[in-house]
């Protein structure tokens, strides 16, 4: 069974950090794509970062610079350092793990059969 648990969120001042964790089990960790995802309230859900199983990572723009996505395959656990916030960046954030290696892949053995996805944890940033 698929499972991720986020954690780490928070509320910090505009200008502050946050370390996002993602644990994940049920599936080959380090064989899947993983990404962190965003849905402030009254928006659509929305790409920040995602990092592929060889490590190749993508940024949003609007986090470019202040955001980095890692992960440690021998911990199944996937991280989002966030820095310089800003109060645009408050939402509910999900870690999801891919069916495939990369974000455009297919389904590869050991990933989940599709996309799946934690209860998300909130991100508060005051200006």
């Known amino acids: 069974q698929v499972q991720l648990v986020e954690s780490g969120g928070g509320s910090v001042q505009a200008g502050g950090s946050l370390k996002l964790s993602c644990a994940a089990s049920?599936?080959?960790?380090?064989?899947?794509?993983m990404g962190w995802y965003r849905q402030a309230p009254g928006k659509e859900r929305e790409l920040v970062s995602f990092i592929s199983s060889l490590t190749t990572t993508t940024h949003a723009d609007s986090v470019k610079g202040r955001f980095t996505i890692s992960r440690d395959n021998a911990k199944n656990t996937l991280y989002l350092q966030m820095n310089r916030l800003k109060p645009e960046d408050t939402a509910v954030y999900y870690c999801?793990?891919?069916?495939?290696?990369?974000?455009?892949?297919?389904?590869?053995?050991?990933?989940?059969?599709?996309?799946?996805w934690g209860q998300g944890t909130q991100v508060t940033v005051s200006s």
């Open positions: 049920g599936f080959i960790f380090g064989k899947c794509g």
């Open positions: 999801a793990a891919s069916r495939g290696s990369d974000y455009f892949d297919g389904h590869r053995p050991g990933c989940p059969v599709v996309n799946a």
